[in-house]
Nanobody, 123 residues
Framework: QLQLVESGGGLVQPGGSLRLSCAAS???????????IGWFRQAPGKEREGVSC????????YYADSVKGRFTISRDNAKKTVYLQMNSMEFEDTAVYYC?????????????WGQGTQVTVSS
């Protein structure tokens, strides 16, 4: 059973930066490498939305239009960790951020979810 734990959330001012981490356990590094990892977020009163995803091959990455040019996703399979670097943050980025895993491709229908980490952008 793949388990995911997010960290790195917190309070940041507009224009600031945060880096989220999603650490996996329960699988070997080799098996973990077969999984695409995505970041989702849910703001109060809004539906959950996909933010970014990185494929198992580490070649293909996806970004929501609202974060393109500001957020960068990366992965370190040896550490079984995916990162989301968030720069030039905006009030609208305030949400609970979840990481999730699905086999191989970023289809938007993951099988495993983390518990979430709160990100608040406020002055």
């Amino acid at each position: 059973q793949l388990q995911l734990v997010e960290s790195g959330g917190g309070l940041v001012q507009p224009g600031g930066s945060l880096r989220l981490s999603c650490a996996a356990s329960g699988f070997t590094s080799d098996f973990y490498a077969n999984y695409a990892i995505g970041w989702f977020r849910q703001a109060p009163g809004k539906e959950r939305e996909g933010v970014s995803c990185i494929s198992s091959s580490d070649v293909i990455t996806y970004y929501a239009d609202s974060v393109k040019g500001r957020f960068t996703i990366s992965r370190d399979n040896a550490k079984k960790t995916v990162y989301l670097q968030m720069n030039s943050m905006e009030f609208e980025d305030t949400a609970v951020y979840y990481c999730a895993a699905e086999f191989y491709h970023c289809s938007g229908h993951p099988d495993y979810w983390g518990q979430g980490t709160q990100v608040t952008v406020s002055s």
